[in-house]
T-cell receptor, first 110, second 116 residues
Framework: GQQVMQIPQYQHVQEGEDFTTYCNSSTTLSNIQWYKQRPGGHPVFLIQLVKSGEVKKQKRLTFQFGEAKKNSSLHITATQTTDVGTYFC??????????FGKGTRLHILP | DAGVIQSPRHEVTEMGQEVTLRCKPISGHDYLFWYRQTMMRGLELLIYFNNNVPIDDSGMPEDRFSAKMPNASFSTLKIQPSEPRDSAVYFCASSHRTVLAKNIQYFGAGTRLSVL
């Protein structure tokens, strides 16, 4: 069945450094979504990418969808303590099922 | 709208007891998803409904788990009998599929279940 792999599992960065998490699907996706979960909280939708090669930005966050629509990345420039949390990608295939990656837990060192 | 509402927020029970988790989706949403989150397994999709009908329950671990959606505004996830390995955070999420917003999920605050 469809699988979504996400790396790295954990990332520690100094405040102000950049951060990137990568997502790879075993099958071609119709769209990919990114969510953020703060410690003790619930996943919150950040963005959706639909088109091949699409790039979207939200302030310091840059999201990319691969040309083959099988991989995606989230890049944060100049991390801040408010960026702490777990970032999940979630891929949707042809049906309505959405498969979440295991997430990348980001720790910020002051 | 108040968002997706789950109850209870915390549940502590003893092994063998029945546990019922409740979810009220966002009004107008036609999809409802139940997830389980643990450190080891991450966020697992258990079952999802479309227009109150179960579409895919392949993620339900075993027969001890059951889910129902009697109407558009209410769903339950039941575990009977519960076991310590069922301890996890259970999330309910709802969505409304459109051409542009393809199943963007809105999560409830979750139910933290501890089975002793």
């Amino acid at each position: 069945g469809q699988q979504v792999m996400q790396i790295p599992q954990y990332q520690h960065v100094q405040e102000g450094e950049d951060f990137t998490t990568y997502c790879n699907s075993s099958t071609t996706l119709s769209n990919i979504q990114w969510y953020k979960q703060r410690p003790g909280g619930h996943p919150v939708f950040l963005i959706q990418l639909v088109k091949s090669g699409e790039v979207k930005k939200q302030k310091r966050l840059t999201f990319q969808f691969g040309e083959a629509k099988k991989n995606s990345s989230l890049h944060i420039t100049a991390t801040q303590t408010t960026d702490v949390g777990t970032y999940f990608c979630a891929g949707q295939g042809r049906d309505d099922k959405i498969i979440f990656g295991k997430g990348t837990r980001l720790h910020i060192l002051p | 709208d108040a968002g997706v509402i789950q109850s209870p927020r915390h549940e502590v029970t003893e092994m063998g007891q029945e546990v019922t988790l409740r979810c009220k989706p966002i009004s107008g949403h036609d999809y409802l998803f139940w997830y389980r989150q643990t450190m080891m397994r991450g966020l697992e999709l258990l079952i999802y409904f479309n227009n109150n009908v179960p579409i895919d329950d392949s993620g339900m671990p075993e027969d001890r788990f059951s889910a129902k959606m009697p109407n558009a505004s209410f769903s339950t996830l039941k575990i009977q009998p519960s076991e310590p390995r069922d301890s996890a955070v259970y999330f309910c999420a709802s969505s409304h599929r459109t051409v542009l917003a393809k199943n963007i999920q809105y999560f409830g605050a979750g139910t933290r279940l501890s089975v002793l």
